[in-house]
Antibody, heavy 125, light 108 residues
Framework: EVQLVESGGGLVQPGGSLRLSCAAS????????MRWVRQAPGKGLEWVAD????????YYVDSVKGRFTISRDNARNSLYLEMNSLRAEDTAVYYC??????????????????WGQGTLVTVSS | EIVLTQSPGTLSLSPGERATLSCRAS???????LAWYQQKPGRAPRLLMN???YRATGVPDRFSGIGSGTDFTLTINRLEPEDFAVYYC?????????FGPGTKVDVK
């Protein structure tokens, strides 16, 4: 059974830092792209970042570029999100998700098929 | 950035009725890379459909999807009590990958 368990959320002051972790089990972690998605309280979903299997490619939404860093440790089956210079608008539940490749019309793209339960990050003074 | 708009915002229906949810994109969704998720309060999103019309593993056949280009529809036939939730459409073909604001299906 695929399981993703996030941890590391909490209350942090504006300008502060936090490191989120996601422990994966039930699948070959190192064979999958992984993703972070966030959801502000009472709001919709927002893609945050993706990382390739070996960690050699990383992609971010513009609003977090230069502040957040996605990384992984395949030996520990773990995904991370280092968040710096946090702002009030970063307040959200952060989900880690496994990406699966789907192909259509000769092209392939990544879609999150399994998600963790999320960890809440609150940025407030 | 592809902006997704969902309508209606809320759909109030009774168990056994049919739900029709709409998702419209601001530009063509590449290769119909359009997915639907279901989310219940306090829970993670659950993948329902990929490529507009393919049900994910374990999704009942009362869920169906159709669409291409900029217009997509999710239909839920014969609503079951467990189907009352928020539904998000999501395009995953072009970065930044975006989600619609959601349609809440609640009990009438």
């Amino acid at each position: 059974e695929v399981q993703l368990v996030e941890s590391g959320g909490g209350l942090v002051q504006p300008g502060g830092s936090l490191r989120l972790s996601c422990a994966a089990s039930g699948f070959t972690f190192g064979s999958y792209w992984m993703r972070w998605v966030r959801q502000a309280p009472g709001k919709g979903l927002e893609w945050v970042a993706d990382i390739k299997q070996e960690g050699t490619e990383k992609y971010y939404v513009d609003s977090v570029k230069g502040r957040f860093t996605i990384s992984r440790d395949n030996a520990r089956n773990s995904l991370y999100l280092e968040m710096n210079s946090l702002r009030a608008e970063d307040t959200a539940v952060y989900y880690c998700a496994r990406n699966q490749g789907y192909c259509s019309g000769g092209r392939c793209a990544l879609l999150s098929d399994y998600w963790g339960q999320g960890t809440l990050v609150t940025v407030s003074s | 950035e592809i902006v997704l708009t969902q309508s209606p915002g809320t759909l109030s229906l009774s168990p056994g009725e049919r739900a029709t949810l709409s998702c419209r994109a601001s530009q063509t969704v590449t290769s119909t890379f359009l997915a639907w998720y279901q989310q219940k309060p306090g829970r993670a999103p659950r993948l329902l459909m990929n490529s507009a019309s393919y049900r994910a593993t374990g999704v009942p056949d009362r869920f169906s999807g159709i669409g291409s280009g900029t217009d997509f529809t999710l239909t839920i036939n014969r609503l079951e009590p467990e189907d009352f939730a928020v539904y998000y459409c999501h395009q995953y073909g072009d970065s930044p990958f975006t989600f619609g604001p959601g349609t809440k299906v609640d009990v009438k």
